[in-house]
T-cell receptor
Framework: QVQLQESGPGLVRPSQTLSLTCTVS??????????WSWIRQHPGEGLEWIGN???????YSNPSLKSRLALSVDASQNRFSLRLASVTAADTAVYYC??????????????????WGQGALVRVAS | QSALTQPASVSGSPGQSITISCTGT?????????VSWYQQHPGRAPKLIIY???ERPSGVSNRFSGSKSVNTASLTISGLQADDEADYYC??????????FGGGTKLTVL
C-alpha cells in the first residue's frame, strides 16, 4: 500500500523559507506515470494546488506561488520536498503531499490524486 | 485562472440522493474529461472518490457517481448515509498545465 508522510517544522518565522519533505513508502518515486504533488488548505478553507514534480525533475507550479516555490525529488531516499520562500501569515495552512496519476498527451497532465499524506500544519508567526 | 465553483452547502436526509455541481470554463472542465472528486472528513486528509469524470477507484461505494455536461461536472450520492457527511471537492486539469480545485461543498445529512 502506498503511504506518504509529511515532515518539517510546524512554525516558520515571517520572511523565512518554509521547508517540507514527503517520504513515500510502498512505491518507488522513480516509476513513471506519477507526479509527486503538494496541496495546501488554509484554516477553514478549501484546497489549493501548489505544484507537481515528476521523477525526472520536471515541475509544474501554481502561477500564484511559482516565484517563491522550489520542488525537488530525492530518489535515493524515496522522498520529495517543497521550499516556499518569503513566507507570510497567508502561508499558514495544512500542507498535504499526494501522488498524482499522470497521462501523456504530448506533455504530462494530471488525471487525479490517488494517495495523500495525513497533512502537516505549518504556522507562520513571529 | 479562478477556482472551480461549487455550492457552499447541500443537505439531504438518510436514503435520499443529492447532487453537487462544479462549474468551470471551456479551458478546464469543458476541455478535458479529467475531473476528480474528493471526500474530506473533519481533521482528515482528502480521499479520492471519483476520477476521469465518472470512474470509481476500487473500494469506493457505487452510491457515488459522477457526470459532466459542457463546463459543469456533478457528483451524485445516492442512498445517503450518516458517514457521507463531509466536505466534497472537485478538481480539474486546466490548460497551461495547472490544476484547479473547487471551493468545496459541505454535505449535511439531516
Amino acid at each position: 500500500q502506498v503511504q506518504l508522510q509529511e515532515s518539517g517544522p510546524g512554525l516558520v518565522r515571517p520572511s523565512q523559507t518554509l521547508s517540507l519533505t514527503c517520504t513515500v513508502s510502498g512505491y518507488s518515486i522513480n516509476h513513471s506515470g506519477h507526479f509527486w504533488s503538494w496541496i495546501r488548505q488554509h484554516p477553514g478553507e478549501g484546497l489549493e494546488w501548489i505544484g507537481n514534480i515528476y521523477y525526472s525533475g520536471i515541475t509544474y507550479s501554481n502561477p500564484s506561488l511559482k516565484s517563491r516555490l522550489a520542488l525537488s525529488v530525492d530518489a535515493s531516499q524515496n522522498r520529495f520536498s517543497l521550499r516556499l520562500a518569503s513566507v507570510t501569515a497567508a502561508d499558514t495552512a495544512v500542507y498535504y503531499c499526494a501522488r498524482g496519476v499522470t497521462l501523456f498527451r504530448g506533455y504530462l497532465i494530471l488525471r487525479e490524486f490517488d494517495f495523500w499524506g495525513q497533512g502537516a500544519l505549518v504556522r507562520v508567526a513571529s | 485562472q479562478s477556482a472551480l465553483t461549487q455550492p457552499a452547502s447541500v443537505s439531504g436526509s438518510p436514503g435520499q440522493s443529492i447532487t453537487i455541481s462544479c462549474t468551470g470554463t471551456s479551458t478546464d472542465i469543458g476541455s478535458y474529461d479529467l475531473v476528480s472528486w474528493y471526500q474530506q472528513h473533519p481533521g482528515r486528509a482528502p480521499k479520492l472518490i471519483i476520477y476521469e469524470v465518472s470512474e470509481r477507484p476500487s473500494g469506493v461505494s457505487n452510491r457515488f457517481s459522477g457526470s459532466k455536461s459542457v463546463n459543469t461536472a456533478s457528483l451524485t450520492i445516492s442512498g445517503l448515509q450518516a458517514d457521507d457527511e463531509a466536505d466534497y471537492y472537485c478538481c480539474s486539469y486546466a490548460s497551461s498545465t495547472i490544476v484547479l480545485f473547487g471551493g468545496g461543498t459541505k454535505l449535511t445529512v439531516l
